[in-house]
């Protein structure tokens, strides 16, 4: 059965400070890759998708980046954190064809 | 561009039928679906539309309108545990992307 993983569960970042996290998927190959942001009360904003190895597609323009070194993994990064990139994060997986995105358990970023 | 819409907010007691309804515009439609997302946690799947009509899943219900671009998710015989968002979202023709609607919260009272 396929699985996401997504880490770290919660974070607290100062202004300024680098960010990294990472999303694997398990038992199954070339899936798409998400990265959504929910704001408090908000809907779902989709920030990076990824349909293969290093194919990054940005919707957002923003000072986080995305990256897919490898088949099952996507990593969201940021140089310099702000003080508006608080949220929750999700990274989420489906395939090519007409079926649901599965999510991992979210990121609850809050940068202080 | 892509904009979908959705009550912000609906209260329904227990036992009752409540119905979320959603409208949509998206450049391209590969199918409607509904999440439920409880506070603090991620978004699970609950039910799926592509062609028009009603789909059945025990409790939930979910109808799709493509002409009109609407969409209802309906819940019977609710409990306490079904407080919690209710998230619309279109599946796009561009990358296979899901847009997101705002999502409806959803009390149910004792």
């Known amino acids: 059965s396929q699985t996401i993983h997504q880490w770290p569960a919660t974070l607290v970042q100062p202004v300024g400070s680098p960010l990294s996290l990472e999303c694997t998927v398990e038992g199954t190959s070339n899936p798409n890759l998400y990265w959504y942001r929910q704001a408090a009360g908000r809907g779902l904003q989709l920030l990076f998708y990824s349909v293969g190895i290093g194919q990054i597609s940005s919707e957002v323009p923003q000072n986080l980046s995305a990256s897919r070194p490898q088949d099952r993994q996507f990593i969201l990064s940021s140089k310099k954190l702000l003080l508006s990139d608080s949220g929750f994060y999700l990274c989420?997986?489906?395939?090519?064809?007409?079926?649901?995105?599965?999510f991992g358990q979210g990121t609850r970023l809050t940068v202080v | 561009g892509q904009n979908i819409d959705q009550p912000t907010e609906m209260t329904a007691t227990e036992g009752a039928i409540v119905q979320i309804n959603c409208t949509y515009q998206?450049?391209?439609?590969?199918?409607l679906f509904w999440y439920q997302q409880h506070a603090g946690e991620a978004p699970t799947f609950l039910s799926y539309n592509v062609l028009d009509g009603l789909e059945e899943k025990g409790r939930f219900s979910s109808f799709l309108s493509r002409s009109k671009g609407y969409s209802y998710l309906l819940l019977k015989e609710l409990q306490m545990k079904d407080s919690a968002s209710y998230l619309c979202?279109?599946?796009?023709?561009?990358?296979?992307?899901?847009?997101f609607g705002p999502g409806t919260r959803l009390s149910v009272l004792p």
């Open positions: 989420a997986w489906g395939t090519g064809s007409n079926t649901e995105a599965f």
């Open positions: 979202a279109v599946r796009v023709t561009e990358g296979q992307n899901f847009v």
């Open positions: 998206t450049s391209g439609f590969n199918g």
